[in-house]
């Protein structure tokens, strides 16, 4: 009679050769997730760049101007006051809410602008003007084109 060996486990040859596969695939594809990160942030940066000119857009359609610098973002969440009087504002407004940016600043937004009716951009990843990589401004006219 044939006795079956049972496996009762995994030998420690095995767990190493398991965690040597396993540290090869993280070192290979860690680095390509981790450039992601602040890739991504720029995308969601441009993304909430386009959907606050749009609402700009329809504010001014709505308004016959855009807000003025003192009146800000928050004029497309709330009606403004002082000067100018936006005439037929929308009484639900024209975003439910400002976004930060990615890296939890507020959009610079002055009108009138330098680039066109209205400058509106981010400083990008350090927050300040200019920088390289995410850390350049993004300005919503560079992806308006």
Do not use: C
């Not at 403004?80 to 024209?94: C, K």
């Amino acid at each position: 009679m044939k006795h079956a060996r049972i496996q009762q486990g995994f030998t420690l040859i095995e767990i190493m050769v398991v965690m040597v596969i396993l540290g090869l695939l993280v070192a290979i594809v860690a680095p390509n997730i981790m450039g992601r990160s602040d890739q991504a942030k720029v995308t969601v940066a441009k993304t909430q760049l386009s959907n606050i000119a749009n609402a700009l857009d329809l504010y001014r359609l709505d308004n016959s101007h855009y807000p003025s610098t003192q009146q800000g973002l928050k004029a497309l969440v709330s009606k403004p006051s002082g000067s100018p009087e936006p005439r037929n504002y929308n009484p639900d407004g024209y975003l439910k809410s400002v976004p930060e940016d990615p890296w939890g600043k507020e959009y610079e937004y002055i009108s009138p602008g330098t680039e066109g009716p209205y400058d509106l951009f981010s400083y990008g990843s350090d927050g300040r003007q200019g920088g390289e990589g995410d850390a350049s401004d993004i300005s919503v006219w560079d992806i308006k084109g």
